[in-house]
């Protein structure tokens, strides 16, 4: 049982360059998130999703494009990277059922020059 | 809009020491509140908490809820070096149509110094 799993751990990209980072889960999980940590800012949310072809904006949705087209497998796309997109991307899912917890990937750090 | 505050933000103890962690929020459609810890990588999870005054321990660290003071508090016993790390409270809100949503806190930075 992998989890959660994020390809690739590190990332470095020129200002205009566009990526899609991978997340994948073998939970059978509803629900999947894209969160961004930058220091003193916590853990924000980018785009989320609750089930396979839906998805939703979250706090700093721009610059981001995500799909579900598999309960798996939920990549978040940088059309054309900015310096300002340089942090940590966690991946993360959880079961529908509020009473479980968020399991999270073991992130990508990103950074964009 | 939904807000989760914690603090203190960064706190720097002895080894052996107790700590006390702080979570409030304001948020709609409450459904629990959990804690995480987060050292170098991702987040791991500690606690969930769904009733109030309910006490949730493991080992040195424990965790309460207060429903009426719209809080929580994480407590760290016999701090050891290993203790430091972020923590994180999320709150587990209600979204409307059955689906739940999260949100955290930005976290408060644990150093434990021998």
């Known amino acids: 049982n992998a989890g959660v799993t994020q390809t690739p751990k590190f990332q470095v990209l020129k200002t205009g360059q566009s990526m899609t980072l991978q997340c994948a889960q073998d939970?059978?999980?509803?629900?999947m998130s894209w969160y961004r940590q930058d220091p003193g800012m916590g853990l924000r949310l980018i785009h989320y999703?609750?089930?396979?072809?839906?998805?939703d904006q979250g706090e700093v949705p721009n610059g981001y494009n995500v799909s579900r087209s598999t309960t798996e497998d939920f990549p978040l796309r940088l059309l054309s990277a900015a310096p300002s997109q340089t942090s940590v991307y966690f991946c993360?899912?959880?079961?529908?059922?509020?009473?479980?917890?968020?399991?999270f990937g073991p992130g990508t750090r990103l950074t964009v020059t | 809009e939904d807000k989760v505050v914690q603090s203190p933000l960064s706190l720097v103890v002895h080894e052996g020491d107790t700590v006390t962690l702080n979570c409030s929020y304001e948020?709609?459609?409450?459904?629990?509140l959990l804690w995480y810890k987060q050292e170098k990588k991702a987040p791991t999870f500690l606690f969930m908490l769904t009733s109030s005054g309910i006490e949730k321990k493991s080992g040195r660290l424990s965790s309460i809820l207060d429903k009426k003071e719209l809080s929580s508090i994480l407590n760290i016993t016999a701090t050891q070096t290993g203790d430091s790390a972020i923590y994180l409270c999320a709150v587990v809100v209600a979204s409307g149509a059955g689906s739940y949503q999260l949100t955290f806190g930005k976290g408060t930075k644990l150093s434990v110094i021998p």
């Open positions: 993360a899912s959880r079961p529908r059922d509020p009473a479980y917890e968020q399991y």
């Open positions: 999703s609750v089930g396979a072809g839906i998805t």
């Open positions: 948020v709609t459609n409450f459904r629990s």
């Open positions: 939970m059978n999980h509803e629900y």
